[in-house]
């Protein structure tokens, strides 16, 4: 249970990220760039691009997670 300032940082701070859901990320996300978010154990790597950031309110951006490119909102 956290207030949605701090999932929101959660999600697009690299430093932040790493210690709840990927183990790593190349950059912070903001719009119009593609991130690499890696996860452990095996080191997967995958590439999120990233399409809209409104602060603390909407984070929009496409992995293929599957094989086939999702959209997350």
Request: proline letters at 7%; glycine letters at 4%.
């Amino acid at each position: 249970r956290k207030e949605p300032a701090d999932v929101f940082d959660a999600l697009v701070k690299p430093e932040k990220l790493s210690g709840f859901f990927a183990a790593t990320a190349s950059a912070p996300l903001a719009e119009g760039t593609e991130v690499v978010w890696t996860f452990r154990p095996a080191d997967a790597r995958m590439t999120v691009k990233c399409d809209r950031v409104v602060p603390e309110r909407l984070l929009a951006f496409r992995w293929s997670a599957t094989g086939a490119e999702t959209r997350v909102q």
